[in-house]
């Protein structure tokens, strides 16, 4: 059977977990998001008063003091401002039962939530009467959820616009953040930590890593794909994990995803899989169908499960997606 190449138009309609990326390579983003952010540390400055920062939707002043955060998206933005350890008052929820693993933000965000945090609105619908109401500081989310209604969240407060997997870095946007609110010392300690703890890992688990190929895939009814930039796969990437023929073929820049039925001759090179499955039943499919339990990764144990939780996050959500690559790489 020949491998079906789906470009995203086609698949769209059809892919509850599918993720719209740029078209420009993994390279191309990378280079302009470091120009991006090299051009914001050059661009900022702060007063007394305020600290204005150069995002991708122009400049920002943030007030230097800040009693009140709220972010829009739920996860990378979230992350950062639970990481620096800003006062966030509100933020989004996930329906209830669409995701049966626990967040990686879970316990920090059961902190905030006792010091006033509250969930104002539901993942993917914003609501600008339940952010107006919330009084922030400061707003904060991804670009593309900003810049639609870019005039009214500018009409309640200041709105710093980040990126997201295929416009820039965690690292990018926390350096960002920190240089708006005055954590840069905090910033720096949560990337150095980072770094320390990929180090360890691909020092410990060096001959897995380089004797093995590793794939993160996301599994649905519909098709299987996988993703070079979502946080899971970076960190493979960081750790020189040696990828699997699928997985190279997405870092090379293609945009290739799988049927069903396709699922030995896309993945059957694989010895390790990080399966990325957001519902409890459709994992439950997943297990129970035939030609999975085929696939060598699967047959020999080397396979753990996580979800769309981590396909963007920060400091925080890059620990907790350690901990589950290092889950697989135990099983070895």
């Given at each position: 059977m020949k491998k079906s190449i789906f470009y995203l138009p086609a698949i769209l309609?059809?892919?509850?977990?599918?993720?719209?990326?740029?078209?420009?390579?993994?390279?191309?983003?990378?280079?302009?998001?470091?120009?991006?952010?090299?051009?914001?540390?050059?661009?900022?400055?702060?007063?007394?008063?305020?600290?204005?920062?150069?995002?991708?939707?122009?400049?920002?002043?943030?007030p230097a003091d800040i009693d009140s955060v709220v972010v829009l998206e739920g996860r990378r933005d979230l992350d950062i401002v639970l990481s620096l350890g800003l006062p966030l008052t509100g933020m989004p929820y996930e329906e209830a039962g669409s995701l049966d693993l626990e967040s990686p933000l879970a316990d920090e965000l059961a902190e905030a939530k006792e010091s006033g945090a509250e969930e104002l609105f539901l993942a993917d619908e914003i609501n600008v009467e339940s952010i107006a109401a919330a009084k922030p500081d400061l707003i904060i989310s991804r670009v593309d959820d900003v810049e639609p209604i870019q005039d009214k969240l500018e009409a309640i407060a200041p709105v710093l616009a980040i990126g997201d997997q295929s416009t820039s870095t965690w690292q990018e946007d926390l350096q960002l953040v920190a240089e708006a609110t005055g954590t840069e010392e905090r910033a720096a300690e949560l990337i150095d930590d980072y770094e320390s703890q990929v180090a360890e890992l691909s020092e410990e688990y060096a001959d897995v890593l380089a004797e093995n190929s590793f794939v993160p895939l996301s599994y649905n009814e519909e098709q299987i794909e996988t993703r070079p930039n979502r946080l899971l796969s970076t960190i493979l990437r960081d750790l020189g994990a040696k990828s699997s023929d699928a997985f190279q073929a997405a870092i090379d820049g293609e945009e290739v995803a799988y049927s069903p039925e396709q699922t030995l001759e896309g993945f059957e090179d694989a010895d390790g899989i990080i399966a990325l499955v957001n519902d409890p039943q459709v994992w439950e499919d997943v297990q129970n169908d035939a030609l999975f339990n085929k696939l060598p990764a699967v047959q020999n144990g080397h396979i753990v499960r996580s979800d769309k939780q981590t396909h963007e996050g920060g400091p925080l959500t890059a620990t907790h997606s350690l901990k589950v690559i290092e889950e697989l790489l135990k099983t070895f």
């Amino acid at each position: 059977m020949k491998k079906s190449i789906f470009y995203l138009p086609a698949i769209l309609a059809t892919a509850s977990l599918a993720i719209i990326s740029c078209s420009s390579s993994p390279e191309d983003s990378a280079e302009s998001s470091a120009e991006s952010a090299s051009a914001n540390a050059d661009q900022s400055t702060s007063s007394g008063d305020a600290r204005t920062v150069n995002t991708v939707l122009g400049e920002v002043t943030v007030p230097a003091d800040i009693d009140s955060v709220v972010v829009l998206e739920g996860r990378r933005d979230l992350d950062i401002v639970l990481s620096l350890g800003l006062p966030l008052t509100g933020m989004p929820y996930e329906e209830a039962g669409s995701l049966d693993l626990e967040s990686p933000l879970a316990d920090e965000l059961a902190e905030a939530k006792e010091s006033g945090a509250e969930e104002l609105f539901l993942a993917d619908e914003i609501n600008v009467e339940s952010i107006a109401a919330a009084k922030p500081d400061l707003i904060i989310s991804r670009v593309d959820d900003v810049e639609p209604i870019q005039d009214k969240l500018e009409a309640i407060a200041p709105v710093l616009a980040i990126g997201d997997q295929s416009t820039s870095t965690w690292q990018e946007d926390l350096q960002l953040v920190a240089e708006a609110t005055g954590t840069e010392e905090r910033a720096a300690e949560l990337i150095d930590d980072y770094e320390s703890q990929v180090a360890e890992l691909s020092e410990e688990y060096a001959d897995v890593l380089a004797e093995n190929s590793f794939v993160p895939l996301s599994y649905n009814e519909e098709q299987i794909e996988t993703r070079p930039n979502r946080l899971l796969s970076t960190i493979l990437r960081d750790l020189g994990a040696k990828s699997s023929d699928a997985f190279q073929a997405a870092i090379d820049g293609e945009e290739v995803a799988y049927s069903p039925e396709q699922t030995l001759e896309g993945f059957e090179d694989a010895d390790g899989i990080i399966a990325l499955v957001n519902d409890p039943q459709v994992w439950e499919d997943v297990q129970n169908d035939a030609l999975f339990n085929k696939l060598p990764a699967v047959q020999n144990g080397h396979i753990v499960r996580s979800d769309k939780q981590t396909h963007e996050g920060g400091p925080l959500t890059a620990t907790h997606s350690l901990k589950v690559i290092e889950e697989l790489l135990k099983t070895f």
